[in-house]
């Protein structure tokens, strides 16, 4: 069973600009999630999806962030504009019920 | 809301015993989670332990969990160089949901 996909592995950009990351579940997780890990944390929700729908985005900030879900499969989350503090990396986990989630290999986004 | 505690770093011999300690603070979570990371990749789940359980043990892994002291434990026997790694511990939020992470836990295995 292929495992959560993430693209690209790598980001640097500069303060201001904008960047996008792409997420691909596992084939049948109806539950998606976007967490952010800053260097030397655990991860940090920033969204859960339910198939399309949002379940839980009380802390992505809205101002910057942004994260969609079409139909139900692949995820994009947005940063725009992006800040020095975002440098982190961004998790993508799909889950097919409540009690497990499965991890992607992350996008490492550094600002400069 | 809920908050998840760990050491920071433990250092063992090849073959002895790890044992990772957590706290957790909302007795409410449903599931409780041990997670491993090797450095640049993603998480990797070893094993989570529902709360109504008091241990859980798969092979080398043996997770200890003591609700009424919101404190969670994972063993490793005869660690292995291999086993170096960071270590989360993983509460379910309020709503069974997402996950709280600790910050994790880097463990040194000397050979």
Redesign the interface.
């Known amino acids: 069973e292929a495992g ?1 996909a993430q693209s690209p592995r790598y980001k640097i950009i500069e303060k201001r600009q904008s960047v996008a990351f792409w997420c691909n579940p596992i084939s049948g997780h109806a ?1 998606l ?1 976007w967490y952010q890990q800053i260097l ?6 920033l969204i ?1 999806f339910q198939n399309n729908g949002v ?2 985005d009380s802390q992505l900030p809205k101002d910057r962030f942004s994260a969609e879900r079409l139909k139900g499969v692949d995820s994009t989350l947005k940063i725009q504009p992006a800040k020095l503090e975002d440098s982190a990396v961004y ?1 993508c ?1 799909s889950s097919p019920h ?9 996008t490492r986004l550094t600002v400069t | 809301g809920e908050d ?1 505690e760990q050491s920071l770093f433990l250092s063992v011999r090849e073959g002895d015993s790890s044992v990772i300690n957590c706290t957790y603070t909302d007795s409410s979570s ?2 409780l989670y041990w ?1 491993k990371q090797e450095p ?6 070893l094993t ?1 332990i ?1 709360s109504n359980m008091d241990m859980k043990q798969d092979q080398r892994l043996t997770v200890l969990l003591n609700k009424k002291d919101k404190h969670l434990s994972l063993r490793i026997a005869d660690t292995q160089t291999g086993d170096s790694a960071i270590y ?1 511990c ?1 509460a ?2 309020q ?10 836990t880097t463990l040194s295995v000397s050979s």
Request: proline content about 4%; cysteine-free.
């Open positions: 959560v539950t999630y030397g944390q655990g991860p940090k929700l859960q379940v839980d998790l986990a409540l009690y497990e989630q499965y991890f992607g290999p992350g | 998840v449903t599931y997670y640049g990749a993603g998480l990797q789940l989570y529902f989360f993983a379910s939020n709503a069974g949901t997402a996950l709280i992470f600790g910050k994790g």
